[in-house]
Nanobody, 124 residues
Framework: VQLQAFGGGLVQAGGSLRLSCIAS????????MGWYRQAPGKQRELVAV????????????NYADSVKGRFTISRDNAKNTVYLQMNSLKPEDTAVYYC??????????????WGQGTLVTVSS
């Protein structure tokens, strides 16, 4: 399984960017897919994650408090793709953003996969 992330770049404060991450390979089911970020000198942190629902439940989403109301995570299940729409960007959002997926890649279990990082730089 491979994850490829796209969409980083340089943007002014208050601007918007959309990140995309595509999963490919031996995928039976994507159980969760989301974004983490790591700023210079800081630990990697969760930004947003979308967890696949079951026959009885809808998908669920979780956001870091620092991005609630500004970032939106969405998925296109047919394309095995997750998006992160980032609005009202702040300089403190500057970081390398990583895509992560929890994938059932065999009938016997699931694994976590990480994509390559994509740099988001927000200028003040």
């Amino acid at each position: 399984v491979q994850l490829q992330a796209f969409g980083g770049g340089l943007v002014q404060a208050g601007g918007s960017l959309r990140l995309s991450c595509i999963a490919s390979g031996s995928i039976l089911r994507i159980n969760a897919m989301g974004w983490y970020r790591q700023a210079p000198g800081k630990q990697r942190e969760l930004v947003a994650v979308r967890t696949t629902g079951t026959m009885l439940t809808d998908d669920s989403t979780n956001y870091a408090d620092s991005v609630k109301g500004r970032f939106t995570i969405s998925r296109d299940n047919a394309k095995n793709t997750v998006y992160l729409q980032m609005n009202s960007l702040k300089p403190e959002d500057t970081a390398v953003y990583y895509c992560k997926a929890q994938i059932s890649d065999s009938p016997w279990g699931e694994h976590d996969y990480w994509g390559q990082g994509t740099l988001v730089t927000v200028s003040s």
